[in-house]
């Protein structure tokens, strides 16, 4: 008898046994999908590991076996094994992530046999670098030079990029340059299946995608890049909570194949593992003269300008009319969309907020309307408060819409712009433009004037890594100025905007680094975050602290410690209660082992419990 163990897509750890018929003994392999009874319905199954034992009783029999050639190399195996110890998710979880949708549901392709060999390098040794680029720009001639050797070797590329807008660009740039075509891939791509086809037979070679990219079964891999290797974008939200810079790893030390990581402001956990001559670390230096960066401080404002809770400083105001008059072009960047932040009645003092998300609700003037920024949830202004039927409703918090109206106050000769959207980020045919985050890195015009409002917000947020997204941030924005920046900020002294007036990014990180050392927060060590969600309030959180209580009893390894149980922020999102236990750990292995031991036996029926490791 041969049996098969097979993993399936849920959160179920182990994979399960099922006997292999006669007709299917030359057909089944490792890596390939079949069609198993789990739970007296027909389920998609993947067969991790084929053996002529087994302790189970009254086995089932496979029902039918989808694949001639397997859609899972040995290698791919072994690396949605490694993801799923890592992000405590189990096998099959692992294994769905790194395939399309079309094959999880069990679409057959009729001829997926090789019929390209690659012929294997072994003097093609692997290498793991991180690249600085000071410049913004100059990694492409890094990427070009990188690439034609692992081409000129035989060897296939992957490169990863956090947005589509940027992978279609890089798609055009390595046409250009190379005369070479490249194969995109991403998720919900018109065509994913036929493009993830392609490469599987050999017939691409260069395979540009945003992060499920990783996982392009590319055949003799030699070289995967990672641009902006700091992004948010590279972690997935749902499960498993991988970050691609990660499994890039994973895959290089599996596969023995070259890593570039590439940043304007490199994450802290990469530039410690260069700092720790764990990999190369490159910098590309400015060739460029670096455009002045003032400070102004909102606390020290004239008496009348606090009064009247001014958003543009007077020197902010010159700065523009100067270029105004001089002809040419200023950006102001403030990441709020809408006119006013939230509503709140004058009287009672109720705050408007979203019935699914228990969020306030943003008041957009041209549209006339109330929206939740988090689902997307709408509502017309009430004219009369809900709760005790005022007839004033009072607008507040500055947005893009409150800004552009002020400047049409102040500067009514000037064509004023808001970029705020995919579609309207290249509208140039203006004086003053104002945008949210959207516009860093999706367009190529330089402003001569950058001025930045309300950057406390994001550096005051309640998050470990605030102060590194805002280093970021400011980094992006940095590269569309030639000229001058002005940062308005009540914290002239922070050791951020330090970092930029000084122009030395080694002030930003040799203080956080410092910082997170001393608080032994990331990257020294690993936080993990354990999500309870479900609809009713009183269950998802009865049960959150019933798991906090039986985890904080439990005798924790060394190393290992339960820190916290609290409120997700938001509370509320979706019509969904979320509650989070917040752990900390130096070893990954141990928090998995310790997790499953100490979270059997607890019923939660309606709730839905996710692991975050590593969350952003």
């Not at 402003?447 to 400011?474: A, H, P, Q, W």
């Not at 040799?510 to 479900?534: A, M, N, T, W």
């Amino acid at each position: 008898m041969l049996y098969a163990k097979v993993a399936v897509g849920l959160p179920i750890e182990c994979a399960f046994d099922y006997f292999v018929p006669e007709d299917f003994l030359k057909k089944i392999k490792e890596g390939a999908r079949v069609w198993v009874n789990f739970r007296n319905k027909k389920k998609l199954g993947y067969v991790i590991k084929t053996t002529s034992q087994t302790n189970i009783k009254n086995v089932l029999p496979i029902l039918d076996v989808i694949d001639d050639t397997p859609v899972l190399d040995k290698n791919m195996l072994l690396l949605t094994k490694k993801l799923s110890d890592y992000y405590c998710c189990s096998w099959g979880e692992a294994i769905e992530t790194a395939l399309p949708e079309d094959l999880r549901k069990g679409k057959i392709i009729p001829d997926l046999t090789d019929f390209k060999h690659f012929i294997k390098d072994k003097d093609y040794e692997q290498e793991i670098s991180l690249i600085h680029d000071l410049e913004g720009n100059a990694r492409w001639d890094v990427y070009i030079s990188r690439i034609e050797e692992a081409i000129s070797l035989n060897k296939s590329v992957i490169v990863l990029f956090p947005e589509i807008s940027l992978v279609i660009k890089a798609k055009e740039i390595i046409k250009a340059r190379l005369q070479l075509d490249a194969q995109v891939l991403y998720r919900k791509q018109h065509g994913e299946l036929q493009a993830w086809t392609k490469i599987k037979k050999g017939e691409a070679n260069i395979i540009v995608g945003s992060r499920s990219c990783i996982f392009a079964p590319a055949k003799n891999l030699g070289l995967i890049i990672i641009d902006e290797e700091q992004s948010p974008f590279y972690k997935q939200e749902q499960v498993p909570h991988y970050h691609a810079r990660l499994v890039a790893l994973m895959r290089s030390d599996l596969e023995k194949v070259k890593l570039i990581l590439t940043s304007s402001a490199p994450s802290l956990e990469s530039l410690n593992l260069a700092r720790q001559n764990k990999i190369k670390y490159i910098v590309l230096p400015r060739r460029s003269n670096v455009a002045q960066v003032d400070i102004i401080d909102m606390k020290n404002l004239p008496l009348l300008d606090k009064k009247h809770r001014i958003i543009i400083s007077k020197y902010l105001q010159d700065s523009i009319l100067a270029t105004l008059s001089a002809g040419r072009k200023t950006l102001l960047f403030l990441n709020r969309k809408g006119f006013a932040t939230f509503a709140s009645c004058s009287t009672c003092g109720k705050i408007l907020k979203c019935p699914r998300c228990n969020i306030n609700l943003v008041y957009h003037f041209y549209k006339l309307i109330l929206s939740c920024h988090y689902c997307n949830f709408k509502m017309s202004p009430p004219k009369i408060c809900p709760d005790c039927d005022s007839g004033y409703i009072k607008y507040s918090g500055a947005g893009t819409e409150k800004i552009e109206s002020e400047l049409s106050r102040i500067f009514p000769q000037a064509r004023i712009k808001r970029c705020e959207d995919e579609e309207k980020r290249n509208c140039l045919d203006g004086d003053i433009f104002i945008s949210t985050q959207v516009i860093i890195k999706q367009i190529d015009y330089k402003f001569d004037l950058i001025g930045i409002l309300s950057i406390d917000n994001s550096l005051n947020y309640v998050d470990l890594r605030s102060s590194e997204k805002t280093f970021g941030l400011l980094t992006g924005l940095m590269f569309l100025t030639k000229n001058k920046m002005v940062i308005q900020t009540s914290l002239p002294n922070h050791y951020v905007f330090k970092a930029f007036q000084e122009h030395n990014e080694n002030i930003f990180y040799d203080e956080e680094l410092r910082q997170r050392k001393q608080l032994r927060f990331p990257p020294y060590s690993h936080f993990v975050l354990i999500s309870c969600r479900g609809k009713n309030e009183e269950k998802v959180e009865g049960f959150s602290k019933r798991l906090f209580k039986k985890l904080s009893k439990s005798k924790a390894p060394k190393g290992l410690k339960i820190v916290s149980l609290n409120p997700a922020h938001p509370p509320k999102l979706r019509g969904n209660f979320y509650w989070i236990i917040l752990i900390r750990t130096n070893n990954i292995k141990i928090l998995n082992r310790f997790l499953k031991i100490n979270s059997k036996g607890l019923k939660h029926s309606g709730i839905i419990v996710t692991v975050d490791v590593d969350p952003l």
